[in-house]
């Protein structure tokens, strides 16, 4: 159930039975010569719809671009905002979804770049706004996500890795170029926390990544589990205190 399909009364009604709204996060960012630059935002996007879908529950609009400030910017088409406005976006979503009447909030976040917003972002709207309840989730932090990457042999995420590259071939098969996957990680080392990712250290753009083992199965897999998970997230937050 996706908020901008609905009329304000829809919006009425489904606030008389349930407070609870999803919001995806992700990035318009370089992810190297096989993934699209929407990659996160796709894979966010497709989880939360689908955590919406089973509970029926509502979904906010993606907020993307995200925050790719700091490593991303060396790769043509990356769109960063900055910090504070990013932080600023994520707030006055939540506060106008606030003054409406929801309470419950699930934040499902398709980009590393991002958490440091969402942190202080909803660190605030939890301690300012009356009656609230929030959650997040990072499907890469999910155990059972990295206990299967293990079993498959991706290798964790790293920067359009085995995983994302498996994601994204099941949310959005058409984006993927799969003949140039490889591996990419340049014998550069990292003298600054500003060399991730950067074309002195990475000449395609990925990183960590190990893509020619990602299949759509194993991504649908990866894509189950996490909604699986987002479902149980969801139960817990309107779950009495
Ligand atoms: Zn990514």
């Not at 890795?161 to 994204?168: D, K, R, T």
Request: proline share 4%.
């Amino acid at each position: 159930m996706l908020l901008m399909e609905q009329t304000w009364p829809d919006v009425r009604a489904y606030l008389e039975r349930c407070r609870t709204i999803i919001i995806p996060l992700g990035s318009v960012e370089q992810h190297g010569l096989a993934l699209p630059l929407g990659t996160d935002a796709f894979i966010a996007q497709a989880m939360a719809q689908e955590a919406g879908r089973r509970t029926q529950r509502l979904v906010a609009p993606i907020l993307a671009p995200g925050m790719s400030l700091y490593v991303h910017m060396d790769f043509p088409g990356t769109i960063s905002f900055m910090p504070d406005t990013y932080t600023a976006m994520i707030r006055d979503c939540v506060a106008s979804l606030h003054r409406h009447g929801f309470r419950n909030f699930l934040l499902v976040n398709g980009h590393g770049g991002n958490e440091g917003c969402i942190q202080n972002a909803m660190a605030e709207m939890g301690y300012r706004l009356p009656g609230m309840k929030y959650t997040w989730a990072q499907w890469w932090r999910m155990p059972e996500i990295n206990a299967r990457e293990d079993e498959v042999g991706l290798g964790r995420v790293g920067h359009g890795g085995g995983s994302e590259a498996a994601l994204i071939m099941h949310v959005r098969s058409g984006l993927v170029k799969s003949e140039l996957f490889g591996r990419d990680m340049k014998e550069a080392r990292f003298r600054t926390s500003q060399d991730l990712v950067r074309t002195h250290v990475t000449e395609t753009g990925i990183i960590d990544a190990q893509q020619e083992r990602a299949t759509a199965e194993i991504g649908a897999e990866l894509f189950e589990l996490t909604v699986t998970r987002l479902t149980a997230m969801l139960a817990d937050l309107e779950s009495p205190a």
